[in-house]
């Protein structure tokens, strides 16, 4: 029994801080072409300014790990839009009532939600070309997150959105 309720307890802690991560990318870009990045001049992330230069810190070190340099006359751009969702709990408990009675019958049901509603951080990463301006790889990322977390909390959860969402950056070319 002790078993089965740490596995439920790790299932659920591991649960709520997941990572979704969608991705999109034009099949006619060659990625090798880039190897220089930058971003926007005077870009509205939609974050805090604090929380934007935590963001901005994940992205340069994970381009700088995946070989990218930072530059002032880049190949691409990187635009970031990130915001802050009210998220509603997805668990509900079923009520019930219903009975029967000879050629007489009826139902009711009603979902209640369990749990408290969440807060969740949604950020989209634009990587643009600079010579062409058009969009050619995207990734919106989304972590629910408690808005009261310190800066080292706020810190590694950003740092751990950009890492899952750059995972597939650069795309496998077929």
């Known amino acids: 029994m002790k078993t089965v309720l740490s596995i439920f307890i790790l299932v659920s802690i591991v649960s709520c801080s997941a990572i979704n991560v969608q991705y999109d990318y034009d099949k006619a870009t060659v990625f090798s072409a880039y190897t220089t990045y930058n971003y926007y001049p005077d870009m509205e992330t939609g974050l805090s300014e604090l929380d934007t ?3 901005m810190r994940a992205i340069d070190s994970t381009l700088r790990n995946k070989g990218f340099l930072l530059s002032e006359e880049p190949d ?10 009210h998220a509603t709990p997805r668990n509900t408990v079923g009520v019930g009532v219903g009975g029967t009675g000879r050629s007489v019958g009826g139902g009711l049901s009603v979902g209640i939600p ?61």
Not at 76 to 85: C, D, E, K, N, S
Not at 148 to 173: C, D, H, T, W
């Open 53 to 55: 230069r935590r963001l």
């Open 76 to 85: 691409f751009y990187v635009a970031i839009l990130g915001r802050t969702l």
């Open 114 to 174: 369990v749990g408290a509603s969440k807060m969740e951080w949604e950020i989209q990463f634009d990587f643009v070309d600079r010579y062409k301006d058009e969009l050619f790889w995207q990734a919106v990322a989304t972590r629910s997150f408690n808005p009261n977390s310190g800066p080292q909390k706020r810190e590694e959860i950003l740092r751990a959105m950009v890492e899952k969402a750059f995972v597939k950056y650069p795309p496998k070319e077929k």
